[in-house]
């Protein structure tokens, strides 16, 4: 169970749990945490030099996790989505499953969101095509990232998309739940026109983009062809709406985007070394910041697949952890992202990852860490 360090008569509170990850070092038993009576932390020290009224419990005291990448209003779609079928498949299934009973989604909703709040998550990055999961973030004690999705395939649809989902943006902003963004669902959903749009009304904002997460993407702007003209024929467009650029899709649609955003790249499951340096170049080149997020237990999932994480911290790359949702993940905890990482990755120090899990994820949704305690610890090997 985790819980936020409690108040006690005393000014401040020292305590000390099996693990202790301070930002950057992992630590046994030796070292204390002491903190405000609001959990927030005031030093770490020697367990020798701490004194008396030292408090031990269970478990990791680590900054709480964030969960960069999350739809939690598709909780309703847990066991629902079959396993291993590739993206375009699985977003055929989701289209078409998500006319269930509010009454359900909205309590499939509050439990997904207590499922991460017992992880230690204290924020989350959310997709939100919808505003059904509006009330219950007022009530969760979580701070929310509101990443309002836009989805608009063709250019004759972009004004009239862009209305909608700007409509779902104001009942986020006028209910004052944590912050919120117009943000591009992907290349493949995303017309030039709709993408520009979208620059234009998030100068200095940070926003996301699942990228790369199926070879499918490439090929659309490499070649024209691709699996997803499966997709466009289930919303009655027969053929691609995007221009073969002979280019890969990051390269087709990043140039879009020269306003100062924070961009999270979501998945990158195929993207290749010579499209990380590329990216990271233009990025450089015009002032945007990329953060590259991924979802791993969902990569399997989908495409039972990995991605090149190694090719990322070779290049500096900014990395945080998502979860992605219950339709294509079985759970929504970053405790069981890390673990999976370390098994696919055990080169990778443990102490790496829980960064990438706690302090890249609050610099990123530029929030102050909470410090929790009684967190599972997350083993140094995972057989």
């Not at 221009?243 to 990158?268: C, D, E, W």
């Amino acid at each position: 169970m985790t819980a936020k360090l409690q108040n006690t008569n005393m000014a401040y509170e020292k305590v000390h749990g099996d693990q202790l990850f301070d930002g950057e070092n992992l630590w046994g038993k030796e070292k204390v945490l002491v903190t405000n009576p609001e959990g927030r932390k005031i030093d770490i020290i020697d367990r020798d030099h701490a004194g008396e009224d030292v408090r031990y419990v269970p478990g990791l005291i680590s900054p709480g996790y964030v969960n960069a990448h999350c739809h939690v209003e598709l909780s309703h779609l847990k066991d629902v989505v079959p396993q291993h079928t590739g993206l375009v498949p699985f977003l055929l299934q989701v289209v078409s499953k998500r006319d269930f009973d509010m009454n359900v989604i909205q309590e499939k909703i509050r439990l997904a969101m207590e499922e991460m709040k017992t992880d230690g998550i204290i924020a989350v990055g959310d997709i939100c095509n919808t505003a059904d999961s509006l009330e219950q973030k007022s009530l969760s004690g979580i701070h929310w990232q509101n990443f309002v999705e836009v989805l608009s395939i063709t250019e004759s649809k972009t004004e009239e998309n862009l209305a909608h989902y700007g409509s779902v943006l104001a009942r986020y902003e006028n209910k004052r739940v944590g912050r919120s963004s117009l943000v591009p669902h992907a290349s493949y959903t995303v017309s030039s026109l709709a993408f520009d749009r979208i620059n234009n009304a998030t100068e200095g904002k940070l926003i996301s983009i699942h990228n790369q997460e199926t070879p499918a993407e490439d090929h659309l702007y490499l070649t024209g062809d691709s699996e997803f003209l499966e997709l466009y024929k289930f919303f009655g467009i027969n053929s691609s709406p995007f221009p073969a650029t002979g280019k890969s899709s990051i390269r087709s649609y990043l140039p879009h985007f020269n306003k100062g955003q924070k961009i999270i790249l979501v998945h990158n499951s195929f993207m290749p070394e010579e499209d990380i340096d590329w990216a990271n170049e233009y990025a450089q080149k015009t002032g945007i910041e990329l953060i590259y997020c991924f979802c791993v237990n969902a990569n399997l999932y989908i495409e039972n697949t990995v991605p090149p994480i190694r090719k990322f911290i070779d290049r500096g790359c900014n990395i945080v952890l998502g979860t992605d949702s219950y339709s294509s993940n079985t759970e929504l905890k970053i405790s069981h992202e890390i673990e999976v990482i370390r098994k696919h990755f055990p080169d990778i120090p443990l102490q790496t990852i829980l960064k990438w899990a706690t302090v890249n994820g609050t610099e990123a949704l530029s929030i102050e860490s909470k410090w929790l305690t009684g967190m599972k610890p997350i083993p140094d090997q995972v057989s």
